[in-house]
């Protein structure tokens, strides 16, 4: 009897060569329940990068998918993906997520930054609004989630100012992505940062709890000032969604700990892990073969929480089944529960739009809009534990608050590098970098491959 292979075929796709970033035919296999992906470059030969941990959930994703959102382009296909971006006419996926990075300065210096971030001019405001400007109008001034970045932002001298611009401009919710050094240190700047609510929350790098996740990830020690940062945006009632790079050895252990904390901690509304990406300042002697992934972090949820969340709780989001998975608790009393423990999300998946959002509003709209293909009352019902009839009678900052207060999210989103790049996936990707010369770039291809021409001018 002939040989069979160690491996079990899934699909073919392209990815590209770490060594000369050339694209290069690719198959995507299923290895001892891991997924893989099994390139060949004609130059450098054969190479195997793990793409998911767990094969059963990257293999169920599919039934998640969706017709994707058409979005405005701003450039031609000439070279092809990656090397198109702006976005280009081949890109699958609207911006759910736009990025503006207001400075290229921050006061950390992280050893595992994907930006290189440290000095350089910030963007004046003009630029900035006119960035904002140019998202609202490719997305048919209904952008969704603008997030303000950097470099630190919060170094950048006219930062109230920019938040206030972005309120002005109508973006449903506004993020400042910062970590937290400012917010520890400020407390009057906190309290200006109050006044922005609802609508408005911090999205704060918080890693874990050792001292030695912070010197490893951040350089330094500053566990105690994520506690006052966090202490500080409880006095002022100021949402925030923790967001933790994780790496296999270091953190991977604290996840739910983690979890526990987020719950348990007034105003904090959510919590976005991220594997780490291997591209910016992050050295190459970190074991690339063996990285944790997006499907590992749900197993290790599950394992550290001891089931209350559950692998099965976590659903493909929608807008990019490949790369992010989500799942929303809602308050029951003194308790958060998962919805999808009796809400069937496949059953309803043409009323969600593509978008990391919750707009309970617009999700209301979509079951008028699908009455004939959707059982109305069976979906009023599951729903009702998140969005009670008692919903549609509040008023607009009643209603921002209500999501606020009792609901949850914790997502997990898994940025695209050179070993893991997946063709398919990166045309999916919804979070975009805004550019100065007025492109959206998804933010995994800005990182590998667009980031120093700008950097360079």
Avoid: W
């Avoid at 001892?32 to 941990?53: A, M, R, T, V």
């Avoid at 405005?72 to 993906?81: F, L, S, V, Y």
Wanted: hydrophobic share 35%; glycine share 6%; aromatic share 10%.
């Amino acid at each position: 009897m002939s040989k069979q292979r160690d491996y079990k075929l899934i699909s073919y796709t392209q990815s590209l060569c770490p060594i000369c970033i050339k694209p290069i035919p690719t198959k995507i296999i299923e290895k001892n329940n891991s997924i893989y992906l099994k390139k060949h470059c004609f130059e450098h030969g054969d190479q195997l990068e793990i793409l998911e941990e767990d094969a059963e959930f990257y293999k169920s994703r599919e039934g998640y998918n969706k017709p994707s959102t058409i979005s405005k382009t701003q450039t031609k296909i000439a070279k092809g993906c990656p090397f198109d971006c702006g976005l280009c006419p081949d890109h699958e996926q609207h911006t759910c997520i736009g990025l503006i990075e207001v400075t290229p300065q921050c006061d950390l210096g992280c050893p595992v930054c994907f930006a290189c971030a440290g000095s350089g001019e910030p963007l004046p405001l003009k630029k900035i609004e006119e960035m904002m400007d140019f998202l609202q109008e490719s997305e048919s001034n209904e952008a969704e989630i603008l997030q303000i970045s950097g470099g630190e932002p919060t170094t950048h001298p006219d930062i109230l100012r920019i938040i206030g611009m972005a309120k002005d401009k109508k973006f449903k919710y506004v993020m400042l992505n910062t970590n937290g050094l400012r917010i520890a240190r400020d407390e009057e700047f906190v309290k200006e940062l109050s006044r922005f609510t609802p609508g408005f929350e911090v999205y704060l790098q918080f890693d874990g709890f050792d001292s030695k996740t912070y010197s490893y990830l951040r350089g330094r020690d500053i566990f105690s000032i994520k506690q006052k940062a966090i202490e500080n945006l409880v006095k002022y009632k100021v949402p925030i969604t923790l967001v933790a790079t994780i790496e296999k050895g270091i953190n991977d252990n604290e996840l739910g700990k983690i979890v526990e904390f987020g719950i348990k901690t007034k105003y904090i509304r959510g919590i976005n892990f991220q594997p780490i990406a291997f591209f910016g300042r992050l050295k190459k002697e970190h074991n690339i073969k063996d990285r944790i992934t997006m499907t590992g972090i749900i197993k290790r949820i599950e394992e550290q929480t001891k089931g209350m969340i559950k692998k099965s709780d976590f659903i493909p989001l929608p807008c990019d089944i490949d790369r992010v998975a989500v799942t929303y608790l809602y308050r029951n009393k003194d308790e958060f529960i998962p919805i999808t423990r009796h809400l069937n999300i496949k059953n309803y998946i043409q009323i969600l739009d593509n978008t990391f959002a919750f707009d309970a509003d617009k999700i209301m709209q979509n079951v008028k809009k699908n009455e004939s293909c959707c059982d109305i009352l069976g979906f009023l019902k599951e729903i009702s534990p998140l969005i009670p009839p008692s919903f549609i009678l509040k008023s607009e900052k009643e209603k921002v608050e209500f999501v606020d207060e009792n609901t949850f999210r914790i997502s997990v989103t898994s940025f695209v590098d050179i070993y893991n790049f997946d063709m398919a996936s990166i045309k999916r990707e919804c979070v975009h970098i805004i550019t100065p010369d007025l492109k959206r770039i998804p933010f995994s291809s800005f990182n590998m491959l667009h980031r120093k021409r700008y950097l360079n001018g």
